[in-house]
């Protein structure tokens, strides 16, 4: 019996056993309650309340405008949907680089006001102190390294990270200082598949890979994007499971038909 099927709950704990046992970790992203209960109900085992709700909720062009309320808004949403998946929500750009205390607060706000039961932010060494000091609070964090989209102006493009290998061998020293900090998991995203799978053999927590090949111990995708509801992004990494964007166009197509013709509602529609 896979522990995945056994848990009622998915906690750090039970995903930590998963990478014992080499069970594969599935995450997707969620933004709000029919989607959560949806995904829940499918068998995910982590909700990610990714801070790319500000690009697929709200249309903006980066991560970095959504705001500390908007993702708690966003969190407690998914929250009244799930019964089982562990749910991590982004702390957003802004809410925890300035120090640790910032950080602490952040999250604290987060787990009180979402009920949420874990926080994930970006960075390696920079952000180790904050990690400690959040995690006194007894508050779980993920760690995110590899493309780390809060930091898109520093790099300008959201090409392969960690290609060349001095790059390469700070992404592993940021991995081995977020396990060490107290991390339960880290996500890498958008790095060689090679190198994401030495991590991966590396550290004793769960590294859940975007982009990052198959070596490593979970995967997560945007679930817009997986459901093809974001049409114009195709990156390399991307498994479109449905073409929503398609469907939804003729279903709302048929729709305005439909009511214009005066064919909806019938008879067998109204009282
Ligand atoms: O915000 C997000 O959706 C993420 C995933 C891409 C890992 O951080």
Redesign the pocket.
């Known amino acids: 019996m896979s522990v995945n099927k056994e848990v009622k709950r998915v906690t750090t704990h039970v995903l930590l056993e998963m990478k014992r046992k080499g069970e594969k970790i599935a ?1 997707l ?1 969620a933004y709000d309650f029919s989607m959560a209960r949806i995904i829940d109900h499918a068998g995910i085992d982590i909700i ?1 309340v ?5 690009n697929v909720m709200a249309g903006h062009q980066t ?1 970095l405008p959504i705001t500390l309320d908007q993702m708690i808004y966003h969190a407690s949403s998914v929250i009244r949907g799930i019964n089982r998946a562990l749910v991590v929500v ?1 702390l957003p750009f802004g809410s925890y680089q300035g120090n640790s205390k910032e950080a602490l607060n952040s999250a604290i706000k987060i787990m009180k006001e979402s009920g949420a039961h874990a926080v ?1 932010l ?1 960075g390696g060494r920079e952000v180790k102190e904050s990690i400690e000091r959040i995690l006194t609070a007894g508050i779980p964090v993920m760690g ?1 390294l590899g493309l780390t ?1 809060q930091s898109i102006y520093k790099f300008g493009t959201y090409t392969v990270r960690a290609k060349e290998e001095y790059e390469a061998e700070l992404l592993i020293e940021d991995a081995i200082i977020l396990e060490k900090s107290g991390c339960f998991a880290i ?1 890498l ?1 958008k790095i060689p598949a090679s190198l994401a799978q030495k991590v991966a053999k590396q550290l004793t927590i769960p590294v ?1 890979g ?1 982009g990052a090949g198959g070596g490593v111990d979970g995967q ?3 679930l817009h994007d997986m459901l093809g509801i974001t049409n114009e992004f195709s990156p390399r990494f991307l498994r479109r499971y449905l073409n929503l964007f398609d469907d939804i166009t003729k279903a709302v197509g048929n729709y305005v038909k439909d009511v214009k013709s005066n064919d909806f509602p019938n008879s067998g529609e109204q009282y």
């Open positions: 995450m992203t990610l990714g801070d790319s709700a500000s991560t982004d994930k970006e995110h989209p996500v995203e859940i975007i997560v995708l945007v």
